[in-house]
């Protein structure tokens, strides 16, 4: 290690910034962000005096000799030198900064590239959680009360453990602060009682099965939960992110499939949090777009415990995207619903002629083995028999497959999905939009007719 990166506290500290340009504003505001006062000097009137009492320099003239020349006043008071772009006469380095509410990263390629430096900085930035900052004002808050009420040492490490991975985190990172503290201080006094804390429940949406369309919330609780309970839908390319100790439990539900009671499904999470763990719901596509995610939460709600939930990429989306169907258009539709195609949600049917006006795209879930009755259905609401229709199977996922024909050959379309014993879910979109899906790879499938 070539520099030893240290955390310099600058508040109400003098420092010196020699130079005009951008270079010297720009360090000018960051030693001005840690609560420095700044003195500025120009490159032609520096002197030993300009520096006395200075806890640091920063001299960022762009000629060489004033950068020389300032570097060696500066050297002569004593004080401590950066000079922009010249490792040669630095005595400390400005690393690449991240800084999200107060947790502060830095990243230093030791003066070998500061391109490479700010890539690194980039992809820290896409993998720190957007509320990072919440989680440590958290921990500030509990601080002085942890210290003094929990004595031994290895507990209290395991209470900070748990306060920045489990259940408190959790809600401090979903934005919900205020229950984050009450989790926390509820953790804080079984603690201190020797109880076991609850845990947390996240239901979470896990996309429609290409693993990159995670969302990167989804992504971190798969790495932090105890208990994973899944769909089937939900593809192993997913469950591969999940943390290699974490207990995988399919609960079924695919079409076709026995799968769990969701009833049983909602005592079995509450059983679990109110044990203490961390469990993660993981459905497919989001847990709010005929998931039934909402009973679950209502569940866990009804017995007290901490829930929060995570959006992911619904099918209509995924499918839409991955075969180039633009759900609404200038010129082709200005509205859109997702409505089911059978009745596995037990909740009421969708008012089909409300549905069937023109410039309206419908996105039809669960319908491709239902698919004569969509098609009597729509025809009996007045769509057009010649409404393009197109049928997408296994959306972001290997074995994609998408069929473009018109309304009136809706269930010979299908069939094509369904008929196989390893079909894939698959999902129907209504309207002139249909008409625009990319098929020019299948084009034995693409069956306009
Ligand atoms: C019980 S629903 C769950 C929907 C999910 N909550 C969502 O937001 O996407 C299951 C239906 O979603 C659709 N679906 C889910 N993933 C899909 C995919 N990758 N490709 C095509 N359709 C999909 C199919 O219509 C399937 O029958």
């Known amino acids: 290690m070539k520099h030893l990166p240290l955390f310099f506290d600058l508040a109400g500290r003098k420092v010196v910034v020699v130079g005009q340009g951008a270079a010297a504003d720009r360090r000018a505001g960051l030693a001005r962000s840690a609560g420095a006062e700044i003195s500025r000097v120009v490159a032609e009137a520096v002197e030993v005096a300009d520096f006395r009492g200075a806890a640091a320099a920063f001299i960022a003239t762009g000629e060489l000799e004033s950068d020389v020349a300032a570097q060696r006043v500066a050297k002569a008071a004593g004080v401590p030198v950066n000079v922009a772009d010249r490792p040669a006469l630095c005595d400390f380095i400005l690393p690449a900064i991240i800084d999200r509410d107060g947790i502060v990263v830095a990243v230093s390629t030791a003066g070998a590239s500061p391109t490479l430096a700010s890539v690194l900085r980039g992809r820290i930035e896409a ?18 009360q942890v210290n003094a009420l929990i004595a031994d040492p290895a507990r209290r490490r395991g209470f900070w453990r748990r306060l920045v ?5 959790g809600l401090a990172l979903a934005g919900d602060e205020a229950g984050a503290r009450r989790v926390a201080l509820g953790e804080l006094d079984a603690a201190r009682r020797r109880m ?7 239901i979470v949406g896990a996309g429609p099965g290409d ?12 790495q932090e939960a105890d208990a994973i309970l899944h769909d089937d839908l939900v593809p192993a390319a997913i469950l591969d992110r999940a943390r290699r100790d974490a207990e995988l439990v ?14 049983d499904i909602e005592v079995e999470l509450v059983r679990r949090v ?9 459905k497919a596509g989001d847990p709010f777009v005929f998931g039934r995610g909402g009973e679950e939460v209502e569940a866990l709600r009804a017995a007290g415990l901490p829930v929060s939930i995570v959006p992911g990429i619904t099918a209509a989306l995924g499918c839409a995207a991955s075969v180039g169907i633009p759900l609404t258009h200038r010129r082709l539709a200005s509205a859109v619903t997702f409505v089911t195609g059978h009745g596995a949600e037990g909740g009421r049917e969708a008012a089909w002629p409300a549905l069937a006006a023109q410039g309206h795209t419908l996105v039809v879930y669960m319908g491709a083995a239902e698919a004569a009755s969509v098609r009597d259905r729509l025809l009996d609401a007045g769509v057009a028999p010649v409404t393009p229709v197109a049928v997408i199977e296994n959306a972001t996922r290997p074995g994609e497959r998408v069929s473009v024909g018109r309304l009136v050959d809706l269930a010979r379309l299908a069939a094509a999905h369904t008929a196989r014993a390893d079909a894939g879910p698959s999902l129907i979109i209504v309207g002139e939009v249909a008409g625009l899906a990319t098929v020019a790879d299948q084009p034995f499938l693409a069956e306009v007719s």
């Open 274 to 282: 109110r044990a203490g763990q961390a469990v993660v719901r993981l």
């Open 250 to 263: 399919s609960v079924g539900k695919r079409m076709g499939t026995a799968g769990w009671a969701q009833a």
């Open 196 to 202: 076991s804390a609850v845990g947390i429940a996240h």
């Open 211 to 222: 693993p990159d369309l995670l969302t990167l919330r989804a992504a971190q609780l798969l």
């Open 127 to 144: 993998v720190l959680p957007e509320r990072i900052g919440a989680l440590a004002s958290l921990a500030r808050t509990f601080r002085v």
């Open 165 to 169: 991975e489990g259940p408190a985190a």
